[in-house]
């Protein structure tokens, strides 16, 4: 209920901490230029960090931070191609079986479990420029030809 009362004044609105720190990891990101990479081989990947606070395993009446850094692309058999990824000849059969589509690839997130909300920050201001750095410096090709085979087997199981 809202009252004028000094002695006991109206709180503010509740901003849950998770909320705020996704909203200020995307704008950080964003404004560092840490929302996508490129690759050696030119492709630009995906970039998003998802924070949750979940039980700590040790003791249910805490809560510990949860980091997930997540790298994704979504790309066709053309561009594959292109970049040297997939052979025209070699990989016909593949190519054939990529058809049109546009492949979704998601690498294995890198998940950071952490105390408290400073080392929170601390992780994915040293994690993501670290990341960003090395990232054009690996070739991702063997990678990519595995995220594309587990696309195809997805299809062939799941009909999707």
């Known amino acids: 209920m809202y009252n004028n009362s000094n002695e006991n004044p109206p709180k503010p609105p509740i901003i849950?901490?998770?909320?705020?720190?996704?909203?200020?990891?995307?704008?950080?990101?964003?404004a560092s230029q840490f929302d996508s990479f490129v690759d050696l081989e030119g492709l630009k990947w995906n970039l998003a960090v998802v924070v949750n606070q979940v039980p700590d395993l040790h003791d249910s009446r805490?809560?510990?931070?949860?980091?997930?850094?997540?790298?994704?692309?979504?790309?066709?058999a053309d561009e594959l191609i292109e970049t040297g990824t997939l052979d025209r000849v070699k990989d016909a059969r593949l190519i054939g079986?990529?058809?049109?589509?546009?492949?979704?690839?998601?690498?294995?997130?890198?998940?950071?479990?952490v105390k408290n909300e400073e080392q929170a920050r601390q992780i994915v201001a040293s994690t993501l420029p670290k990341l960003?750095?090395?990232?054009?410096?690996?070739?991702?090709?063997?990678?990519?030809?595995?995220?594309?085979?587990?696309?195809?087997?997805?299809?062939?199981?799941?009909?999707?």
């Not at 750095?133 to 299809?155: G, H, M, Y």
């Open 16 to 30: 849950t901490t998770l909320t705020a720190a996704n909203l200020e990891v995307a704008k950080w990101q964003k």
């Open 62 to 76: 805490k809560v510990v931070w949860r980091i997930a850094i997540k790298v994704t692309i979504s790309i066709t």
């Open 97 to 113: 079986l990529l058809g049109t589509d546009i492949i979704p690839m998601a690498m294995k997130p890198i998940v950071y479990t």
């Open 132 to 160: 960003k750095a090395n990232f054009p410096k690996n070739s991702l090709d063997e990678t990519k030809r595995l995220l594309v085979c587990r696309w195809i087997n997805e299809q062939a199981v799941f009909g999707v």
